[in-house]
């Protein structure tokens, strides 16, 4: 994954448009390296990948402290206003065989918003699309991250409480992803602490899957 001394992590946001794929990218890079704002149409129109700067104090090996670097590839919303499924799909798969053929992909986040309801067929959907571009075992590689937390928090919601009042496509889907799941709240992914939360229950997914990657190529 890196130096014994370091640790890089390979993701990848996947989801629908306006769900917040470039912002939550920006906020684990802690960054601004994509292109995010409330627009009619689909924002994002090709792949791009994001470095973090070296990260310490949220992970260790052996007791020593590891410098954690994180690579984030944004990707096209699907549906998208303007791209087909094909040519989402081809994107994504050519990019992340360009970035992350030789070390692999280690999880992919698919990113809902917490403020609206999944429904069936919206689901059935974004899944299909998920297994086509990963593949049998997108299960293993795949997490759940609800956006706009704040607003159900607002609403009166905690993280209990909103699962217990979601929707049985959403706890479907979490159970189908081994209940890899985060919330994000918006308003505070900018802050320090609230980053490294989240960064910590990547890991532990990483962890779960015992590290492996999946490596993709463009032909698959």
């Known amino acids: 994954m890196a130096g014994s001394n370091e640790m890089t992590i390979n993701l990848v946001v996947l989801g629908r448009t306006q769900t917040g794929k470039s912002a939550t990218g920006n906020s684990l890079l802690g960054s601004l390296d994509f292109e995010s704002h409330l627009s009619p149409s689909s924002v994002t129109t090709c792949c791009s990948l994001g470095h973090s700067c070296c990260i310490l104090g949220i992970t260790r090996r052996n007791g020593c402290e590891l410098a954690l670097r994180i690579r984030v590839l944004d990707?096209?919303?699907?549906?998208h206003s303007s791209l087909s499924k094909e040519q989402v799909k081809h994107a994504v798969r050519?990019?992340?065989?360009?970035?992350?053929?030789?070390e692999g992909l280690h999880l992919a986040l698919l990113v809902l918003r917490a403020d609206l309801p999944l429904c069936p067929d919206e689901n059935d959907q974004t899944v299909q699309f998920i297994q086509e571009l990963l593949g049998p075992t997108w299960k293993d590689f795949t997490a759940v991250l609800?956006?706009?937390?704040?607003?159900?928090?607002e609403a009166g919601f905690s993280?209990?409480?909103y699962l217990h009042?979601?929707?049985?496509?959403l706890l479907s889907l979490l159970s189908s992803v081994k209940n890899k799941y985060v919330f994000l709240d918006n308003q505070k992914s900018i802050i320090?602490?609230?980053?490294a939360t989240i960064l910590?229950?990547?890991?532990?997914?990483?962890?779960?899957?015992?590290?492996?990657?999946?490596?993709?190529?463009?032909?698959e």
């Open 192 to 195: 320090k602490e609230e980053r």
């Open 159 to 161: 993280e209990e409480a």
């Open 146 to 153: 609800l956006t706009h937390a704040d607003k159900a928090e």
């Open 165 to 169: 009042k979601a929707s049985s496509t």
């Open 75 to 79: 990707t096209p919303s699907y549906p």
């Open 200 to 219: 910590r229950k990547l890991l532990n997914f990483l962890r779960q899957n015992n590290y492996q990657v999946l490596l993709k190529h463009d032909k």
């Open 94 to 102: 050519s990019a992340l065989a360009q970035h992350f053929r030789e």
